[in-house]
Nanobody, 114 residues
Framework: VQLQASGGGLAQAGGSLRLSCAASGIIFSINYMGWYRQAPGKQRELVASITVGGSREYGESVKGRFTISRDNAKNTVYLQMNSLKPEDTGVYYC?????????WGQGTQVTVSS
């Protein structure tokens, strides 16, 4: 499975960004797709995940601000990020697998200025 992420960039606090991640290759086994982020000096953490059936999970710090969605026909997962905060800054990674990520895309930088 190959994952291609896009959509990162620079935003001001309170602003919005939308990330996309398209899967290709042997994709029939993909149930789980998720977004993780890693800030400098910190461990990678779950931002949001979604299964092919639509079950979602969110990290506590993004609940109510971020929304994950998925287009199964396009094998693409999206992350709509609203009300961004400086602490949302980091490298965002797309992951995919059966029940947890076993394939990773390249990271995309998200920087939120105060």
């Amino acid at each position: 499975v190959q994952l291609q992420a896009s959509g990162g960039g620079l935003a001001q606090a309170g602003g919005s960004l939308r990330l996309s991640c398209a899967a290709s290759g042997i994709i029939f086994s993909i149930n789980y797709m998720g977004w993780y982020r890693q800030a400098p000096g910190k461990q990678r953490e779950l931002v949001a995940s979604i299964t092919v059936g639509g079950s979602r999970e969110y990290g506590e710090s993004v609940k109510g601000r971020f929304t994950i969605s998925r287009d199964n026909a396009k094998n693409t997962v999206y992350l709509q990020m609203n009300s961004l905060k400086p602490e949302d800054t980091g490298v965002y990674y797309c992951g995919a697998g059966v029940m947890s990520p076993t394939s990773w895309g390249q990271g995309t930088q998200v920087t939120v200025s105060s």
